[in-house]
């Protein structure tokens, strides 16, 4: 018994409630106590009071060491010691302990010690109903045949309840059915025994299988069951004859089939199932003919041809068919075939080539004849007339010739070699039979060339774009033509098309390659001198008449640095760049000394100048504006500054490789009356000079400037007359603010050039000394600069 339960006992002494009623009941023979209980009562549960029933002190259990004896195992029941009292130690299952007896007794002995005394306590366990029936198995398969006769008994297995008496299985019951019922057998103690009755003839062509369900119960209250389902399988009996699908069987099949065509295909079934429901094929009374011109498959049914077929020499056949099964007395059913020959249009068109041009000019006329054909067939009737004609899309057509069955193939419309050059023209003849059957012969037309194609440059013009100083006699650009002709009529060659014009004197240093179009220059090209030409080439073929075309070649002289920069002031008498300026002493910070003035011929960062001090007495003194050349003192003179300053200017032009001139600037230091004096004189001599000096630039810079707008119009009228717009691949950019610089871009393909010079802004004057490419800014620091075109 549980802690609990016995701490319970203890403080309460009191009758626990039974789970189950039990009947106490105390034996006077031999001195034996009975008690009965039920199974499956909780543990803990009292059973009776063994000290009460026998008598015993309850005082002196405890010290004459009151106990059940039991074996090894878990006793079912324990006293106690205190009041004598016996309950259920753990769980009773009658069916374990006792199984099949009718009455379950457990026999207990208790003992006291000191004397020494045996009393024997037996227990009854009753029965409750705690199990359901169950069969040995969930399914039970029968094979019974259908030829059983009504009767039959299949025993089944009995069903299995651990319980006794009117708890164990009672009765059996069967789902309803038309072919079965069942029979209990009672076989006292080992129970009661279904049988399973056949009461009606089965077939299995109608019912293939049967399932029933048998159901057993016991008589508990409320009573439990067990199911277990009887699955019958019907066998078949050879009870059936072959049975054809159709009551009559026809056929019509063309003359000449091929070998294997299958003429017909019967089919016939059998209800029966296995070997007896096998249905194979025969011949049945046929006579020789019949089996050396069809075939039957014993499988399939299919009757096939097996020899050759001619509607003249029979048109029809009767055909007789057995179908039998395969039981072991087979049964056989017989079917007659009527085959019908069809005569057929078995000829095909003949064409034949009586004559045969392979080739065809392309300037030929529509209906130059090409081949002559001889188109028959020998099929007669309808079967005989013939239908020709030119397959596809091509430029022949076929015509009837004056004589029967003569055709001539002829040009429908103008051929053209460069579109296609060789044609396979198929010519089809088709008769009217049914089906009708159709001939086709292939003929290779070759289409010959004339000359018809000028020859056709890559592109409608060409920029080329040369930078000066290349090389004499080397290649500099090459030009592509090519004509659609072929052989002879496609051979081009080239040459420049020499006008009276004034490029005509640039194109006289040109040479072209009459083979291939390379263009040789024969003279290096000078920016300086000309910046761009244009000329002509022409291409022509080598037909005849030979037939030519000409392109305009644009080519655009790419500047290059290779002017080194030239001093302008000062400059001695003799040539140098040397000159020597006189200043007062007593001349403030700021003062211009001098300005350096030089030019450079190229233009963009090859004519950008800069000005660098490369050797001075004093860095102190002086300062020089690198972009303007302008000589400015740092600070004012004193006592004991040397009287003569000697400053070497380094001028450089800003080429990938760059070029530089110096010029030697005496800087001599007087005093005031004799620096005014001076100056005076030098002031009239410089005036008359630079008069001189003002008037030539004038005169060059006008001419530069005429020929270069007299350039522009030439060119903005090159690229109007023309589809391509030149002038957005020619053309003069924005100054943009913060920089000393204007472009000019040149635009070639997906090439871009860019010159880049200085910007000019619009208070730029002429002045005396410099070049004339050459503008001067007045001089404001802000603004000065030299600036190149």
Known sequence: MEQSGQDSWRKGRKWLAFALAFTLTLGTALGQIRYT????????????????????????????????????????????????????????????ICQRTVVCLINLKSVLENPLEIHYVAVEVLDVNDHSPSFPENNKRLEISESTLPGTRFQLHAALDPDGGVNSIQQYKLSPNKNFRLEVKDRGKDGKVPILQLQSPLDREAFSSHTLLLTAQDGGKPPKSGTMEILIDVLDVNDNA???????????????????????????????????????????????????????????????????????????????????????????TDKSVSVNIKDINDNAPVIDVTSLSNKISEDSRPGTTVALLSITDLDSGVNGKVISFVKGDVPFTLTPSIQDNMYAVVTKSKLDRENKSIYDVT????????????????????????????????????????TENNPPGMSVFSLIASDRDEGINALVSYNILREGSEDSKVTSFLNINSENGDILALKSFDFETLKTFQFKVVASDSGTPSLSSNVTVNVFILDQNDNAPVILYPLSSNGSAEGVEEIPRNVNAGHLVTKVRAYDADIGYNGWLLFSLQEVTDHSLFSLDRYTGQIRTLRSFTETDEAEHKLVILVKDNGNVSLSATATVIVKLVEPKEAFAASDVKSSAKADEENNVTFYLMITLGSVSALFLISIIVLIAMQCSKSTDYSSKYLQETNYDG??????????????????????SIGSTIVPGSHANTLVMPDRRRTSMEVRL
């Not at 289409?447 to 592109?459: A, L, T």
């Not at 920089?739 to 000019?760: A, E, F």
Request: charged residues 25%.
């Open 37 to 96: 209980i039920s199974e499956e009562i909780k543990e803990g549960t009292a059973v009776g009071n063994i000290a009460k029933d026998l008598g015993i002190d309850p005082n002196i259990l405890k010290a004459r060491g009151f106990r059940i004896v039991s074996g090894s195992t878990e006793p079912l029941f324990q006293v106690n010691q205190n009041d004598g009292i016996l309950y259920v130690n753990r769980k009773i299952d009658r069916e374990k």
């Open 242 to 332: 072959p049975v054809f699908i159709k009551d009559a069987y026809s056929a019509e099949i063309n003359e000449n089939s091929p070998i294997g065509t299958i003429v017909i295909r019967v089919n016939a079934t059998d209800v029966d199932e296995g070997l007896n429901g096998e249905v194979s094929f025969s011949f049945g009374n046929v006579n020789s003919k019949v089996r050396e011109l069809f075939d039957v498959d014993p499988t399939t049914g299919e009757i096939t041809v097996k020899g050759q077929l001619d509607y003249e020499v029979d048109d029809s056949y009767e055909i007789d068919i057995q179908a039998s099964d395969n039981g072991a007395v087979p049964l056989r």
């Open 427 to 466: 010519v089809i003849a088709k008769d009217a039979g049914e089906p009708a059957l159709t001939s086709e012969k292939t003929l290779r037309v070759v289409v010959s060339d004339v000359n018809d194609n000028s020859p056709e440059f890559s592109m409608r013009g060409y920029n080329f774009y040369v």
């Open 739 to 760: 920089t000393l610089c204007h472009s000019i871009q040149y635009r070639s393909g997906d090439k871009r050039y860019m010159l880049v010079g200085p910007r000019m």
